[in-house]
């Protein structure tokens, strides 16, 4: 290790940190000037990655859970080779520049997840973490390994700090991911004031006791940072690692560093004379020396042939192992059609009834089996989402292939971690809990639609139908809630057949998460429409369910288990049509064509129903239609009883209609 040049990289990156925030007036320096030898040894000494190949499969993933700190990342990302020009640093926080004020996945090369919400990098390496020993149970063999990279995350205090890391934390202990390394930016500084205002605890020993390999060091020590990454990376005892860097927030600017006003831009205004005492020559602006350019450019290239060593491992285990290496291409760059993904699905007979979280299992079933990098998992309620995969295999330490992953009663982790698992992109994650308790998986969900992830949420028990549980357990306003993130697909089936349709929508789309909303009651099977209807109605959204059989004066438009008071309800009445909306935001996506052959503009008198809050269907029913919905919390009755109470009936609607 040459530190007299990695001690210049890391003076050279508090350079550019302080150049960009000073320029666009906003960032964070604390973290990119307190961490820069950390920086330092990972980017140029410890990290297994080709800067020319980002998505190399067996890449370190290293993920900035303090993203605030972007500057850190961006720095180090320039100066290792990644495609990220000084023009690219000089441009921090500009518009559609590729250096935003947090890291965004997609936008920069090298930014594995899109972090800033604090705690929730912690959970993403975790989920990275643990497809890495899913991956390689399921693709090494004894002849070829080509799987066996690890998983950095450099957070701090406020990472640690929030719930979200304390259950993602205990799941990679329990389940042993030796693979994961947590370098904690232990500065003893949070944002408002000094650290022990709000913390008192003995991280090491709370790691210890949790399960992890735990160390503490002095985080500027060059020598120190190393042989801690290398004690970890070569640690065979079960355990992950978190190296706890006792570090100056703000390093390099004397006026700030150590304090809480080194945390945000107040040490900007020192900037000059600051990089003067770093060595940075006067009046020069990111400013990077020939010589650690020379260092970054040879590393570049030994990396470089040391991805193309294993290229022929790969190769070799490829030849030897087509059907896993077919298999693997289609994790990594496939893409699933619904279409055929309802192929596997038997169609359920015309009359019956089900409720959806049992069709959904079922269904679910059916499509893993045709679909191998499938996992899912529950935060324990197996017994009650259904969603377990049967003969497939719990995943544990012992049994690193087996595609149930059991959570516990960690649904805000469940969720980072099902976002890990989906940047990692070599599995198809999904995860279960009661619908109601989505808002503990909320930032989760809201950073899978922002950064596009392909995560599925099978979230049951969805209305006033869970009944005797009462209004803690009704999510009247859950589903409403949920379907104003932007990207995010939710969808509402009303008998078995849409709730096919439904899980073949999810794990089909490849640009966002879905979320399913089963019921925990039975629900009739709607025969009145083919299954062939009904499947491709709910792919697109909404669909007609009951055509008027005379000239049109009345639509009911219905989701859910009040399809069936939308169909009672319209019986009898010719001129009315009946039409299904599963999903709000897949029929919004349709042409205007179709949407119009759905609910005709001509037609005013609209009734919608829903047991839930009414106000997002005014969209669909305009200002001469009702809303026959529940703007109140739930009761505590049998589900049938609740209904009648709180007005979601057949009766109802026909009395709209009257």
């Known amino acids: 290790m040459n530190k007299t040049l990695l001690a210049q990289a890391a003076n050279e990156a508090r350079g550019l940190a302080m150049d960009a925030v000073h320029k666009c007036s906003s960032g964070h320096l604390g973290l990119p000037l307190g961490a820069a030898e950390v920086g330092a040894v990972l ?11 980002p998505k190399w499969l ?25 495609e990220v020009s000084i023009d690219d640093v000089s441009k921090f926080r500009v518009l559609h520049s590729i250096t935003p004020g947090h890291p965004e996945f997609h936008e920069t090369p090298g930014v594995e997840s899109t972090t800033g919400p604090l705690g929730q990098g912690i959970g993403n390496a975790v989920g990275y973490a643990l497809s890495g020993k899913m991956a390689a149970a399921k693709y090494n063999t004894a002849e070829h390994k080509i799987i066996d990279n690890h998983v950095i995350a450099l957070a701090g205090d406020g990472c640690l700090q929030e719930g979200v890391a304390r259950e993602a934390v205990a799941f990679a202990a329990h389940n042993h991911l030796d693979n994961l390394i947590v370098i904690y930016d232990s500065n003893d500084v949070t944002l408002d004031a000094m650290a022990k205002v709000t913390q008192s605890e003995d991280t090491q020993a709370l790691y210890t006791a949790l399960g992890w390999n735990a160390v503490t060091i002095d985080g500027h020590d060059l020598d120190a940072i190393k042989a801690a990454i290398d004690t970890a990376k070569k640690s065979d005892n079960g355990k992950p690692t978190i190296i706890i860097a006792k570090t100056i927030i703000g390093k390099g600017i004397p006026e700030v560093a150590g304090t809480a006003k080194g945390h945000g831009e107040g040490g900007a205004k020192f900037v000059d004379s600051a990089k003067k005492g770093l060595g940075i020559p006067e009046g020069t602006h990111f400013y990077v020396s020939d010589e650690v350019k020379a260092y970054f450019a040879d590393l570049k290239n030994k990396r470089a ?6 290229n022929k491992v790969f190769l070799a285990w490829s030849a030897a192992n087509p059907a896993l290496a077919k298999e693997l291409d289609a994790a990594r760059h496939g893409s699933l059609k619904a279409e055929d993904l309802l192929k596997v699905v038997p169609e359920y007979p015309a009359e019956g009834k089900a409720a959806t979280r049992n069709s959904g299992g079922e269904i679910l079933n059916h499509i893993a089996k045709a679909v191998p990098h499938l996992v899912t998992g529950s935060a324990d309620l197996f017994g009650s989402t259904k969603n377990y995969l049967t003969g497939m295999g719990d995943f544990s330490a012992a049994n690193p292939t087996g595609r149930n992953i059991w959570f516990g009663i960690r649904e805000h982790a469940m969720g ?31 950073l899978a639609a922002l950064a596009k992830l392909p995560v599925t949420y099978i979230f049951t028990h969805d209305s ?18 949920l379907r104003v993130i932007p990207n995010l697909d939710v969808i509402r089936p009303g008998d078995a057949e849409e709730t096919a349709a439904a899980f073949a929508a999810a794990f089909s789309r490849a640009d966002g998460p879905t979320l399913l909303a089963l019921s925990r009651q039975d629900l009739p099977h709607q025969g009145i429409a083919s299954a062939a209807t009904r499947r491709e109605g709910t792919l697109k959204g909404g669909y007609v369910l009951v055509k008027e059989t005379a000239p049109l004066e009345a639509i009911v438009i219905a989701t859910g288990s009040e399809v069936q008071w939308a169909v009672a309800g319209a019986k009898g009445k010719p001129g009315v049509r009946v039409v299904s909306l599963p999903c709000f935001e897949r ?13 005709p503009a001509a037609c005013t008198k609209r009734i919608a129903i829903e047991a839930g809050v009414s106000g997002l269907w005014w969209k669909y029913v305009g200002t001469q239609g009702q809303v026959i919905g529940i703007d109140r919390f739930g009761i505590s009755a049998p589900g049938a009883t609740v209904f009648k109470e709180l007005g979601i009936t057949a009766e109802a609607v026909a009395a709209a209609l009257a």
């Open 43 to 53: 980017f140029g000494e410890t990290l297994q990655c080709d800067p020319a190949d």
């Open 587 to 599: 029929f919004d996506r349709q042409d205007a064509a179709y949407r119009e052959s759905v609910l």
């Open 416 to 446: 980072a971690i099902c976002n890990g698992l989906a940047y990692d992109g070599l599995f198809l994650a999904s995860g279960a809990t009661f619908l109601v308790f989505a808002d503990y998986c909320r930032p989760s969900i809201r």
């Open 305 to 310: 042939a040391a991805h193309g060593e294993w």
């Open 58 to 82: 067996n890449r370190d993933r290293f993920i900035l859970s303090a993203g605030h700190g972007s500057m850190f990342i961006y720095s180090w990302l320039h100066l290792s080779g990644y």
């Open 464 to 481: 006033v139908g869970v009944g005797e549980d009462g209004p803690t357990h009704q999510p009247v306003e859950t589903v409403s809630g």
